[in-house]
């Protein structure tokens, strides 16, 4: 689950997205200050929750930060507005540390690396276009479902025909101070820990 929120720019307005994947064909159901976003099998892939700084403390960030709270209290926001829907988020860190198990040249493209990346609790294929990339590097991973400092949401892909489930990240792309301007993905320390959270500012 992601959410957004720019009271600036569009209003007093929580955009709430349950699925990464946009539907081709949507349509919506309005129920008092809740309008489902649902596809053309009525499944339901998020919705946008009016007045939304009467049912929670939002601040003014654009991405807001998926919490057990906001869970909580977008829950009850639907339940008050009658909406028979039980949110089933996954709360674990989106950016986390990784360790290159192994690289090997793409099948199909010269400037591509197909990788395997640790991440403590499970082992992730990469495809990654970045010429420092190699084996033994812990490396920054944002995961499928993160939601990047510039605001794109990252999601499964097939890069060339290969199967690519998240993004090594360079610096540039998590929005760190004096990040290089030259490409590569951001190399961490040896002692980094495999698996443990990386805060990304959105």
Do not use: W
């Amino acid at each position: 689950m992601n959410a957004f929120y720019n009271k600036h720019g569009i209003g007093d307005v929580l955009l709430v997205q349950l699925e990464t994947e946009t539907p081709e064909k949507i349509h919506t159901e309005q129920m008092d200050d809740v309008t489902l976003i649902k596809d053309e099998n009525g499944h339901i892939a998020g919705f946008n929750l009016f007045s939304a700084s009467t049912y929670m403390d939002l601040g003014e960030a654009a991405s807001v930060d998926v919490s057990e709270e906001l869970v909580t209290a977008l829950q009850n926001a639907l339940e008050k507005n009658g909406v028979d829907l039980t949110l089933e988020v996954d709360l674990s860190p989106k950016f986390v540390i990784g360790y290159v198990e192994a690289k090997e040249k793409h099948p199909n493209a010269d400037k591509l690396s197909v990788c395997r990346v640790s991440i403590g609790s499970e082992e992730l294929q990469i495809v990654c276009g970045a010429p420092n990339i190699d084996q033994g590097q812990k490396v920054v991973v944002a995961k499928v479902g993160a939601v990047m400092p510039s605001g794109m949401v990252i999601k499964d892909a097939e890069l060339r025909g290969v199967p690519s489930s998240g993004m090594i990240c360079s610096a540039k792309e998590l929005a760190l101070p004096d990040a290089p301007q030259e490409k590569g993905i951001l190399v961490l320390p040896e002692d980094a820990e495999t698996g443990s959270a990386f805060e990304v500012k959105a």
